[in-house]
C-alpha cells in the first residue's frame, strides 16, 4: 500500500511538473529533480504541403462552379461564330455530336462549348432562363417553337438567334443544319417565346 501510495506520489508530481519541453520528471523526497527527458518539435512539412494543396484545388473547383452557374459576360460572336460552323451538317433524331444533331442536341453542343449546361431537350431547355419579348431578341437567345402538336407539348423546336431577324437551327433530316428568318419563314406562325441564358 506504501509503495503504491508513492508511485501515485511520483506519477502525479510528473504531470504537474510537466511542461512542452520537459513533460517526464522525477523528483527526490526533497523536491529535487533526479530524471528528466527533454523533447523538441519539429515542423511537419508533409503535412503543411498536403493542406496547401488541397487549398488551391478548392480554390479551383470553386471558381468552375460560379463559371457555370453565374452564366454572364460571355463572349456572344464566339458563340454564334462556332454555330456557324455547323452549316449544312445532316440532322439526326437524338443527336448531340457534330455532323448528327437534332435541334435540342445542337443548341446544347453550342452552351456547353461555352462551358454551361443545359437540359437536353427543347422543351426543357424552353423552361430556364429569362423570358425574351419577341421585340427584344439578341444574339445568343434560344428560339422555341410548336413544330409537331401530335407530341401534345407546347414546344417541339429550338434554335439559336443570330441577330437581324434570323436564327440557325438543326431543322430537319431533309434541310440539316440552317439558317432561317423568324418573321418571313413558316417559322413565324409557330414561333411560341424566346429564353435568355447568356448576357
Same mark, same amino acid.
Given at each position: ?5 508513492i508511485? *501515485? ?7 504537474l511538473?510537466a511542461?512542452?519541453?520537459?513533460? *517526464?520528471?522525477?523528483?527526490?523526497r ?5 530524471k #528528466?527527458?527533454?523533447?523538441?518539435h519539429?515542423?511537419?512539412? *508533409?503535412?503543411?504541403?498536403?493542406i496547401?494543396?488541397q ?10 462552379k460560379?463559371k457555370? @452557374? ?10 454564334i ?13 437524338g443527336?448531340t ?7 435540342? #442536341?445542337?443548341?446544347?453542343?453550342l452552351?456547353?462549348k461555352? #462551358?454551361?449546361?443545359?437540359p437536353r431537350?427543347?422543351y426543357?431547355?424552353s423552361?430556364i432562363?429569362e423570358y ?8 445568343g437567345d434560344?428560339?422555341?417553337f410548336?413544330?409537331d402538336?401530335?407530341?401534345h ?5 429550338v ?7 434570323k436564327?440557325?437551327? @438543326? @431543322?430537319?433530316?431533309k434541310? #440539316?443544319?440552317?439558317?432561317s ?10 414561333y411560341?417565346? @424566346? ?5
Amino acid at each position: 500500500m506504501k509503495k503504491t501510495l508513492i508511485i *501515485f506520489s511520483l506519477l502525479s508530481t510528473t504531470l504537474l511538473f510537466a511542461t512542452s519541453k520537459n513533460i *517526464f520528471i522525477i523528483k527526490n523526497r526533497d523536491g529535487i529533480i533526479v530524471k #528528466g527527458k527533454k523533447i523538441s518539435h519539429n515542423k511537419n512539412n *508533409f503535412f503543411k504541403d498536403l493542406i496547401a494543396e488541397q487549398k488551391e484545388l478548392l480554390s479551383q473547383l470553386k471558381k468552375i462552379k460560379i463559371k457555370k @452557374a453565374d452564366p454572364y459576360n460571355y463572349n456572344k460572336n464566339s458563340l454564334i461564330e462556332n454555330a456557324k460552323q455547323h452549316l449544312g451538317e445532316r440532322y439526326v433524331w437524338g443527336g448531340t455530336k457534330p455532323n448528327a444533331f437534332d435541334c435540342s #442536341g445542337y443548341v446544347k453542343y453550342l452552351y456547353e462549348k461555352e #462551358g454551361i449546361e443545359i437540359p437536353r431537350t427543347a422543351y426543357q431547355q424552353s423552361k430556364i432562363g429569362e423570358y425574351v419579348e419577341r421585340d427584344k431578341l439578341e444574339k445568343g437567345d434560344l428560339l422555341f417553337f410548336l413544330t409537331d402538336k401530335k407530341r401534345h407539348i407546347p414546344i417541339t423546336h429550338v434554335g439559336l438567334y443570330l441577330g437581324n431577324d434570323k436564327f440557325i437551327h @438543326a @431543322a430537319s433530316k431533309k434541310d #440539316g443544319v440552317i439558317i432561317s428568318s423568324l418573321s418571313k419563314s413558316r417559322y413565324n406562325k409557330i414561333y411560341v417565346k @424566346a429564353k435568355r441564358i447568356i448576357r
